[in-house]
């Protein structure tokens, strides 16, 4: 039962474009997305977040969009720089003390 | 910026023998996480702690897994009998308690089961 579905397991893309990343969810009733990135041999960092009364959240370089009629959302950033190269993964909490589910992660690769 | 700590960064351990996972939260934190990663897999949720007591604990948490903060200020993670499906990175999170700040991740603890 995957209740956050990232399909792209990599994405590759040139240094200085847009690098979209996608995300789908199940349940109607999540009301806080978020996005951990992570290198290797690191834990995940929180890098942004968005609440289900949004459709936009713009940190920096980084945007979230929030299509909740389609239970989708998406990360883009631009313009994309080497050392975003890095797996990206989405996450809803339970509520309260409930734990992350995290998507499977999209692996993005910036090419210079 | 405040980190969340965890001790040893790399643990190689007996089949059946005992572990212990520490982590040191961040000093005003409320809620204290377990996630663990199977290589090539995603992260799994295992327990989340409040209060000096377990809050969740998904299917993974079964009864050879404890936790307990047992100074106040470590967060320990005990696998009693270790299996070789036990080999994973584990991650300590720590939250503030505020339900839309995010968990804050320690860079992990590979367990190698032998």
């Known amino acids: 039962d995957q209740q956050v579905k990232q399909n792209s397991p990599s994405l590759s893309v040139q240094e200085g474009r847009i690098s979209i990343l996608n995300c789908d969810y199940t349940?109607?009733?999540?009301?806080?997305f978020l996005w951990y990135k992570k290198y290797p041999a690191e834990g995940p960092t929180f890098l942004i977040s968005i609440s289900s009364i949004k459709d936009k959240n713009e940190d920096g370089r980084f945007t979230v969009f929030l299509n909740k009629s389609a239970k989708h959302l998406s990360l883009h950033i631009v313009p994309s720089q080497p050392g975003d190269s890095a797996v990206y993964f989405c996450?809803?909490?339970?509520?309260?003390?409930?734990?992350?589910?995290f998507g499977k992660g999209t692996h993005l690769i910036i090419q210079p | 910026e405040p980190e969340v700590t965890q001790t040893p960064s790399h643990q190689v351990t007996q089949m059946g023998q005992e572990v212990i996972l520490r982590c040191v939260p961040i000093?005003?934190?409320?809620?204290f996480y377990w996630y663990r990663q199977i290589l090539g897999q995603k992260v799994e949720f295992l327990v989340s702690?409040?209060?000096?007591?377990?809050?969740?604990k998904s299917e993974i948490f079964d009864d050879q897994f404890s936790v307990e903060r047992p100074d106040g200020s470590n967060f320990t993670l005990k696998i009693r009998s270790t299996k070789l499906e036990d080999s994973a990175m584990y991650f300590c999170a720590t939250q503030d308690g505020n339900s839309n700040q995010p968990q804050h991740f320690g860079d992990g603890t590979r367990l190698s089961i032998l």
């Open positions: 349940n109607s009733m999540f009301d806080y």
């Open positions: 000093s005003n934190h409320l809620y």
């Open positions: 702690f409040y209060n000096n007591e377990i809050s969740e």
């Open positions: 996450a809803v909490p339970g509520g309260g003390a409930d734990g992350l589910t």
